[in-house]
């Protein structure tokens, strides 16, 4: 898991293709639980926006969501393969903030509370401790 810190002082996460340093890749579980919101200027519709416009929908003149999340409890659109068994992000180098700030481990190495409270609703066991970043 590598953290980026933006310009603007926000973390971004990136998680590894291994599937050995990378729990994600069979789980999925927080792609179709969250209503995935975010600052409707990350469109690619607007400039210096990435997120691809076709897969958002308007939440109000501000914000935006991703389509499939509008009510929470259902797949995102750009959600690939099968929860809990492999998954992807088929935006994955596009997605919106709040996917890139997502940790899966927290600084102190403790997984994310809202990891080990979905991980079960789709069968998966919880994460375990890492070892501290710093
Ligand atoms: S954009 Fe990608 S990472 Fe974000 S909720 Fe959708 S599938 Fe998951």
Redesign the pocket.
Known sequence: MERHLADDGRVFIDMPDDPARNPCLDCGA??QHFR?SFYGGESDAHPGGFVPDHLIVPINPVMAC?KG?ETGGAP?V??TGVVGLGTG?S??AN??TP?REFPVWMADGSPNPACQRLRPMIGKPPLPWQPPEY
């Open positions: 927080c792609c995935v991703m999340t995102c750009a959600l992000c935006i994955y997605r919106p996917c």
